[in-house]
């Protein structure tokens, strides 16, 4: 009978051990996966008058490297994009390639446009809220207007995104074309259309985004 429970106990024991074992594999195997970073903008992140592999997005996979980070980025960005049309994409986007961190560069057409002020908030936290159930980490990167748009509407739209952040508690680059577009010299690193940013311009956009992320990265 003694015989019996001892050999019972050590089985179990020995059941334990090599369940645990597994479950931290496991885990381990979880961890080791790579990030996969979709990225969902306009023409200022889908190289738009640039060589392809010049933009700030194929730079921001060279830094992954040189970090080493490893992460996968996923470009989905279309010139042109409004923040109704990112958020119609979302979710097929989400699907498709399960991101553990999403970057949201929109916003900029819709003002170009004359849309409502506040469709654009809406369309932004929604897009977050639905990235955020899925699973990923948000990085909002906030656009400025011109002053030829006007003092009050130029403050309430860059407001809009640290708003959105708070509300969603997701992370924010206040204003992308910083160090480009607050330049003295600002033409010469803009194109001749004056809106999108040159070849030259790319790796200061990518530093304006870089800290934020790596933050979500860790």
């Given amino acids: 009978m003694g015989s019996g429970i001892s050999e019972r106990l050590r089985l179990q024991r020995r059941d334990f051990i090599a369940a645990v074992a597994a479950t931290g594999f496991a885990g381990i195997s979880r961890a080791a996966q790579p990030a996969t970073i979709v990225v969902v903008g306009d023409s200022l992140?889908?190289?738009?008058g640039l060589?392809?592999?010049?933009?700030w997005v194929?730079?921001?996979?060279?830094?992954?490297r040189d970090e080493k980070i490893d992460a996968r980025v996923v470009?989905?960005?279309?010139?042109g994009d409004t923040t109704s049309g990112g958020r119609s994409r979302l979710p097929a986007l989400l699907a498709q390639h399960k991101p553990t961190h999403v970057i949201l560069e929109l916003g900029g057409n819709d003002a170009l446009r004359g849309l409502p002020l506040a469709m654009t908030q809406d369309n932004l936290s929604q897009m977050t809220q639905a990235a955020q159930k899925a699973g990923a980490r948000v990085l909002l990167v906030g656009i400025q207007m011109p002053p030829n748009y006007g003092a009050d509407y130029g403050a309430k739209f860059t407001?809009?995104?640290e708003d959105v952040a708070r509300r969603c508690k997701a992370a924010v680059v206040p204003f992308f074309l910083k160090g480009v577009a607050d330049r003295?010299?600002?033409d010469r690193l803009f194109q001749a259309d004056r809106i999108h940013p040159t070849e030259q311009a790319q790796p200061q956009l990518l530093a304006n985004v870089w800290p934020e992320l790596k933050k979500l990265l860790k």
């Fill in 58 to 64: 194929p730079l921001l996979e060279k830094k992954l």
């Fill in 51 to 55: 060589r392809r592999g010049s933009g």
């Fill in 75 to 79: 470009n989905a960005s279309i010139s």
């Fill in 184 to 186: 003295p010299d600002a």
């Fill in 159 to 161: 407001a809009m995104y």
């Fill in 45 to 48: 992140s889908a190289e738009y």
